[in-house]
């Protein structure tokens, strides 16, 4: 009787690890040319974005406001985004011609315009929370409207009016950036150039509405809720906001989880270059209804964040650039002689 062949156990446990090699050697290489062309397609949707720029500032010829303070019943929270102004260039007329311009964008007929609105470009598919939904007060659960961009408000610690901040900052207020409160800003007053002045970058997406922390590790997502009047003083001193954030405990009582929130209001659409990309130190600052503190370029991207600039060209910023760098980037009228080259 011929005799049957098998495998025997040392066999077959070579084979086994022999495959286990294989596995630990391709699947960091996919996941890696994953990660790749999700940065890519990041990168082509922040490009769209200026083309909807440059096409609002042919027509304009100035580039949209910010923010509106002459709208809304209780600060920025209530006052229209910058991509609200964008609407016709992101071809959503429809929207546009419907939400009544008259009252703040977060008024429900305005929310339900808004909801309808599938602006796909406004999410980076590297975000896991890219289509979380949105919990306003703990039971008002709506449809996914994060974005993963937002407009730069430069170096100072404040979206507000720089006449306003100019009391208090003296000739800080230049290095705002280029959307203003009230103001739209022509693109000569870019005096540092279009082509070394970020416009937009990446912001992180929250996960929820206030909470107390809940530990996630890195990268940072949440912000230290801190009070306003310790904010104040310190708008247009980058350092020493910085150093406010770096001293702050995780275990720290107030957290808000709203980063990136609803596109359409201006307190969830705009980041400034207090700290650098991807900074390992939680932002913080009051975000609830007038913003100030520090609110950062952040994204889930590996060491870098894709940052579109003002003649239209999208970068790819590495966390490793320069502070002063970065800073001398966000500020439109700083007079540095800096770039990313």
Not at 21 to 50: D, F, H, K, M
Not at 187 to 203: H, N, Q
Request: glycine share 8%; hydrophobic share 40%.
């Amino acid at each position: 009787m011929a005799q049957r062949r098998a495998f025997t156990l040392t066999e077959l446990l070579v084979v086994f690890a022999i495959i286990g090699v294989l596995l630990s050697v391709t699947l960091p290489a996919v996941q890696a040319a994953r990660e790749a062309a999700r940065r890519l397609y990041c990168q082509s949707n922040i490009r769209q974005i200026g083309t909807a720029l440059q096409s609002f500032q042919s027509v304009s010829r100035t580039f949209p406001i910010g923010v509106s303070s002459k709208i809304g019943r209780d600060g920025l929270g209530s006052s229209y985004s910058v991509f609200t102004r964008l609407l016709a260039e992101l071809d959503e007329v429809t929207v546009a011609r419907s939400v009544d311009w008259s009252v703040s964008p977060l008024e429900e007929n305005n929310r339900e315009y808004f909801e309808s609105a599938s602006i796909a470009i406004l999410k980076c598919p590297s975000d896991p929370n890219v289509n979380g939904k949105i919990v306003i007060q703990g039971t008002d659960s709506r449809a996914p409207l994060g974005h993963s961009y937002v407009a730069s408000v430069g170096v100072l610690g404040s979206m507000q009016n720089e006449q306003k901040l100019g009391l208090l900052l003296g000739d800080k207020a230049r290095l705002g950036g280029p959307f203003r409160e009230d103001v739209a800003v022509l693109p000569a007053e870019i005096v540092d150039g279009l082509f070394c002045t970020a416009f937009f970058s990446e912001r992180r997406i929250g996960t929820s509405s206030n909470s107390t922390y809940v530990p996630n590790g890195k990268p940072f997502v949440d912000v230290a809720r801190l009070p306003t009047t310790e904010l104040l003083v310190d708008m247009g001193n980058p350092n020493r906001l910085s150093d406010r954030c770096a001293t702050i405990p995780l275990n720290f009582p107030t957290w808000s989880r709203t980063n990136a929130r609803e596109w359409y209001s201006a307190v969830y659409s705009f980041y400034n270059h207090v700290l650098g990309p991807n900074a390992n130190v939680a932002d913080c600052g009051d975000a609830t209804n007038v913003p100030i503190g520090v609110f950062s370029a952040r994204s889930y991207h590996s060491n870098c964040v894709n940052t579109l600039f003002g003649d239209g060209h999208v970068e790819p910023i590495s966390d490793s650039i320069d502070l002063e760098v970065w800073r001398s980037l966000g500020s439109r009228a700083g007079g540095e002689s800096f770039s990313i080259e």
